[in-house]
């Protein structure tokens, strides 16, 4: 069984760049999750995909999309980067809604400069 | 909205000694609990979850957590730790379709 992978692993953008980060879920899952974690921090919840739908979001600005593939991998797009959105972004896979466990990959540490 | 709180930024332990990490949520259902760790740089490896049942739950790594309802915590708990286990733990209440974490306790671990 595999387990969830992200791309990149780290990767450094300037601050108004836009940049694509992304997720394959686990096998059976189709679910996906995507939370920010500052430096020092808890995750923060961005928001959610199942079945290609936006399934709930959190306290994150418009510029903060995504997209759900068929193949029920993901993408998190952030538009116009600022300083603050350096982080630790994390994906996570489950296989419904509701009361399911969420699965975490490893992120993607973004430093924007 | 629900909330979790982990009063404890940083706990020093001995290797072999017991462990209880601390944690509290607001909620205004039954809640669906869990205690995930993260290792420096990683992502974050499932413990313990906590959905309906018993209170008293088993984790991986020798872990194991309580439910108490009249004090709204579920703490963390191992009764001999090993180095291998200094990591950031979080505790994490789930609510339909996502997960609110606490700030976290990191644990240090001393010969």
């Known amino acids: 069984e595999t387990g969830v992978t992200q791309s990149p692993t780290h990767l450094i953008k300037t601050r108004g760049q836009q940049v694509t980060l992304r997720c394959s879920s686990q096998?059976?899952?189709?679910?996906v999750s995507w939370y920010q974690q500052a430096l020092g921090q808890g995750p923060q919840f961005i928001f959610q995909?199942?079945?290609?739908?936006?399934?709930g979001r959190g306290n994150f600005p418009p510029r903060f999309s995504g997209l759900q593939f068929p193949n029920y991998s993901s993408e998190l797009n952030v538009n116009a980067l600022e300083l603050d959105d350096s982080a630790l972004y994390l994906c996570?896979?489950?296989?419904?809604?509701?009361?399911?466990?969420?699965?975490f990959g490893p992120g993607t540490r973004l430093t924007v400069l | 909205a629900q909330s979790v709180t982990q009063p404890d930024i940083h706990i020093t332990v001995s290797e072999g000694a017991s462990l209880e990490l601390r944690c509290n949520y607001s909620?205004?259902?039954?809640?669906?609990l869990f205690w995930y760790v993260q290792s420096p740089g990683q992502g974050l490896q499932l413990l313990l979850k906590?959905?309906?049942?018993?209170?008293l739950v088993q984790g991986i790594k020798g872990f194991e957590a309580e439910f108490k309802r009249s004090q709204s915590s579920f703490n963390l708990r191992k009764p001999s730790v090993h180095w291998s286990d200094a990591a950031e733990y979080f505790c994490?209440?789930?609510?339909?379709?996502?997960?609110?974490f606490g700030t976290g306790t990191r644990l240090t671990i001393i010969p």
């Open positions: 994490a209440v789930g609510l339909n379709e996502k997960l609110t």
């Open positions: 096998s059976g899952h189709n679910t």
């Open positions: 909620y205004g259902a039954t809640p669906y």
């Open positions: 996570a896979s489950s296989s419904g809604q509701g009361r399911d466990t969420q699965y």
């Open positions: 995909y199942y079945r290609e739908e936006e399934n």
């Open positions: 906590y959905f309906s049942g018993d209170t």
